[in-house]
Structure formats: C-alpha cells, structure tokens
T-cell receptor
C-alpha cells in the first residue's frame, strides 16, 4: 500500500487565499519531490528537497522538508486560478530506490 | 521526438484483447516507469526499469508485462485486458534511479477504456 500519505485529497479556496498540502511518511525519506498536474495534463516536476529542514521558494510557492525527513509541505500564498491542478509529492521511503507518490491534493480555486 | 512520447493517445478495447502501450524517450535516460492513474488513487507504479535489459515490479504489476530491449523504448503489454484496467497510463523516465538525478519526466498519457 501507499507509504507516503498526502492530505487533504481536495481543497477549495477563493482566489487570493492561501493553500497548503502535506505529505507524511512512516519512514525516513532520502529525498522528496513535488509535481503539479494540470487538469487533463501530465505531472510536471516542480522541485526536489534533500536536506533535513530544507526550505525552498518558487515565487508564491514554499516547499519544506521536515527535520526528521519524514514529512513535507507545499504552501501557496495568495492563490490564483492558474494554480488549479493536482499537486503530488513523491518520496523514497526506507532507502528504496523506487519513488512512491502520494495520492495528490486537488486544488480548486474559485474566482 | 522531444522528451517522452506515448501512443496511442486513447484506446477503447474489448475485454480479453491484447494491447501494447508504447513509450519512447529521446533523453537517453536510464530509468523508465509505467504508472496508472485512477481517480482518488493517485499515481501507482506498475513496472519500472533501472536500465536497458532489466525490469522490476511496482505496486500493481498483475496483468501487465514490460520489456526494455533498448534505452529509448519501454512498452507496456496487457496480455488479456479486463475492465478494471480502464485507466490513464503514464510513462515516465529519469536519468537514474539513484542519487540526485531521479527527477521524472512524464509522457502525455494514454487513456485506456476496457469494455
């Protein structure tokens, strides 16, 4: 089964509100990646986090990797309609070479 | 070809028929993957290949087979399709399974319907 849990499954926000999605693993992750999939499209790589406690920013997006390397979050400030899509995290739990995807969080932005 | 391509784009298939989904990449990536995406279940790994000539089973391999005769191609075969295999299938590739070069590049997907 899924070793990387992602919540929430869906999130409705009004344009301009903030949004956060969380990923949690029961085992230490060697790295974690985030992908975005637009409706009808394919997943596209956003960023990779490797170090404990790492924080990276891409314009209005802030990515964090927990100190224990078991959890991660993606925060979007002041959402826009262009942020609509499903956000996936992918991590390698327990030293596995194979990345495991979370089930994704679908963001719906209401104008 | 630029990046990773999949064929067909979509297909409607009768149950019991054999079907091969094609995937080709021109990035000379060592690792390739097949996922299926179903509503509410995210991306589930079917099979993967670390390098040409090797393959491995993912989370949901039953009913599917793969081969990796060369670096560029990674076809997925359904020997005898069943309705539960109705899904969107994504192929992906990455430079390596190990180290820091495992960013995955996804193809556009194949929408398969088994009736």
């Amino acid at each position: 089964g899924q070793q990387v849990m992602q919540i929430p499954q869906y999130q409705h926000v009004q344009e301009g509100e903030d949004f956060t999605t969380y990923c949690n693993s029961s085992t230490t992750l060697s790295n974690i990646q985030w992908y975005k999939q637009r409706p009808g499209g394919h997943p596209v790589f956003l960023i990779q986090l490797v170090k404990s406690g790492e924080v990276k920013k891409q314009k209005r997006l802030t990515f964090q990797f927990g100190e224990a390397k078991k959890n991660s979050s993606l925060h979007i400030t002041a959402t826009q309609t262009t942020d609509v899509g499903t956000y996936f995290c992918a991590g390698r739990p327990g030293g596995s070479y194979i990345p495991t995807f979370g089930r994704g969080t679908s963001l719906i932005v209401h104008p | 070809i630029a990046g990773i391509t999949q064929a067909p784009t979509s297909q409607i298939l009768a149950a019991g028929r054999r079907m091969t989904l094609r995937c080709t990449q021109d990035m000379r990536h060592n690792a390739m993957y097949w996922y299926r995406q179903d509503l509410g279940l995210g991306l589930r790994l079917i099979h993967y290949s670390n390098t040409a000539g090797t393959t491995g089973k993912g989370e949901v391999p039953d009913g599917y087979s793969v081969s990796r005769a060369n670096t560029d191609d990674f076809p997925l075969t359904l020997a005898s399709a069943v309705p539960s295999q109705t899904s969107v299938y994504f192929c992906a590739s990455s430079d390596s399974l190990a180290g820091g070069q495992d960013t995955q590049y996804f193809g556009p997907g194949t929408r398969l319907t088994v009736l």
